[in-house]
């Protein structure tokens, strides 16, 4: 059995936190991981990558339309990793959109949420803008980001939620456990409107 999760965003959201957060929860549970990073260029902050590998597997990069989950920081983010991700795969979109400056024909947010609805892959939206809102911490983002993937079953196999939010609250204290909590019953609710464009018939 393996897990292949891509994150995505820019610079300063605390990407290589959640790959920290999800290797800690693999050791906890005894399980083969090999998380790698990847950085852009300086631009609003820089693209980043980081690819959490679980299981059976040896090379550390996920190959190219083999991810199982693409969790994005930033909506046009999402759109550049799908290369990443498998056919009926499963994108989690933070509502977050941060448009690069001086840069024409950036699309919006009702284009990206239009384009990933009409291809062959699963889509949800997390609005950790609300999260952020009510925790008054836009830090915290990252790791409600963390709690919206946990709730798919086959995810909480391997990274089981009350394991993360021992983690979370040891490492970056009970304001990022909330979040994680947050994270995890907004996508848990989200679930039964989420875009199920397809079905893998041979997972």
Known sequence: MKLDILIVGVGGQGIITMGSIIGEIC??????????????MAQRGGAVEVFIRIGDID?????????????ALEMIESL????YLKRCGWLLSSNVHLPPPNIDKIPTKSQIIETL????????????????????DSRVI???MVGALLSFKDVETFLPIDIAEDIVEKK???????????????????????????IDRDS
């Open 27 to 40: 050791v906890k549970m005894g399980l083969n991981v090999r998380i790698a990073e990847t950085h852009g």
């Open 59 to 71: 090379a550390p990069l996920i190959p190219l339309a083999s991810a199982d989950y693409v969790v």
């Open 80 to 83: 550049r990793a799908l290369r």
């Open 117 to 136: 609805s009409k291809l062959p892959i699963n889509v949800m939206l997390i609005d950790v803008e609300k999260i952020v809102n009510e925790m008054k």
């Open 142 to 144: 990252n790791i409600a």
């Open 172 to 198: 970056l204290g009970e304001t990022n456990k909330k979040a994680l909590i947050m994270g995890y019953k907004q996508a848990m609710y989200e679930s039964s409107r989420k875009f199920i464009n397809c």
